[in-house]
């Protein structure tokens, strides 16, 4: 959901390796709260605080609202500018000694960032967004999601998960896996549990392809999370692969940005699998669902 600067991420967030310590948690997982908007929500701790936050396996670091960093005192940090998927990018802060607990697990020594998240939460919950949590916690375990069944669970790694396993590749600090667009090539889409709209297409993409002029209908259509609301054009694509499943009629919008991926696929396919995640494997397992 969110790209940071460069040099702040290597800086202060890709280097940050903090111990995670837990067992395997609850044997038959946590709950994983699903919105009207198909938003995934689960419960965590931030410094103790007990909050629900949104979960986005595509944040490249956890989000605190301004309002509640203000009642926990995080409020000295370093100074950086994000981008997410709006329309402008938008300023935060980083805060390190930060402990993160969810699923179990206890992250302490975490980098948050701390933002201004009252515009999101109120366009896309419809009410306050207190944490969006990121990638910490796929860093930090083997994790099982099913969103069918609303349920998210730690996973030993001494047993191979059900479905095809995927290799995860790393593109500007978010994961990616591969897929197939139409008849294309195959290209790498970032795996996005944060986005719970159409899929995303880069606009360099659908110009390669010649998705934009091609004949096919166009329409418009406003979205966009961090950095505020913007429009996009949405086409529907004729076949999309992913882990040797073939999807008809896609509908997908086309990402503006100069740092969109190619493609990013979010809730609207990965919820017809269930998923297996090891971002410290570089692996993602998908079990096709009805």
Same mark, same amino acid.
Request: net charge positive; charged share 20%.
């Given at each position: ?9 290597? %800086? ?18 946590? +709950? ?13 701790? &931030?410094?103790? @605080? ?27 940090? @370093? ?16 805060? !390190? ?8 697990? !206890?992250?302490?020594? *975490? ?35 099913? /969103? ?9 790694? =001494? ?17 990616? %896996? ?35 002029? =091609?004949?096919?209908? &166009? ?18 694509? +004729?076949?999309?692969? %992913?882990?040797?499943? *073939? ?6 919008? /086309? ?7 190619? %493609? ?16 410290? *494997? ?6 096709? *669902?009805?």
């Amino acid at each position: 959901m969110h790209q940071w600067l460069r040099a702040a991420v290597l %800086v202060l967030l890709g280097l940050v390796t903090a111990a995670a310590s837990a067992a395997q948690g609850a044997p038959d997982g946590y +709950r994983l709260s699903l919105t009207r908007g198909s938003r995934l929500m689960i419960a965590v701790k &931030i410094n103790g @605080r007990t909050v629900n936050a949104l979960l986005d396996s595509a944040a490249e670091a956890t989000i605190v609202d301004r309002t509640l960093a203000q009642d926990l005192h995080l409020d000295a940090g @370093r100074a950086v500018v994000g981008r997410g998927s709006g329309r402008a990018a938008f300023g935060a802060t980083l805060v !390190s000694g930060v402990t993160l607990e969810a699923l179990g697990l !206890s992250l302490p020594n *975490q980098t948050v960032a701390v933002a201004d998240l009252s515009d999101v939460g109120r366009r896309l919950l419809g009410r306050p967004l207190d944490v969006i949590l990121g990638r910490e916690i796929f860093d930090a375990a083997r994790l099982s999601i099913d /969103i069918k069944g609303r349920r998210i669970r730690i996973v030993p790694r =001494d047993r191979e998960p059900p479905g095809m396993r995927l290799g995860l590749e790393t593109q500007h600090g978010v994961e990616a %896996v591969a897929v197939r667009v139409e008849a294309g090539t195959p290209t790498r889409a970032t795996f996005d549990l944060g986005n719970a709209s159409e899929v995303l297409l880069s606009t360099g993409l659908a110009l390669r392809m010649r998705l934009l002029s =091609d004949g096919r209908p &166009i329409a418009q259509k406003t979205g966009g999370g961090l950095g505020g609301k913007t429009s996009r054009q949405i086409i529907t694509l +004729r076949s999309l692969e %992913v882990a040797g499943r *073939q999807f008809k009629d896609v509908p997908a919008a /086309i990402d503006p940005q100069s740092s969109a991926s190619d %493609v990013n696929i979010g809730v609207a396919i990965l919820r017809r699998f269930q998923i297996t995640t090891d971002f410290a *494997q570089h692996a993602l397992w998908l079990d096709s *669902q009805s």
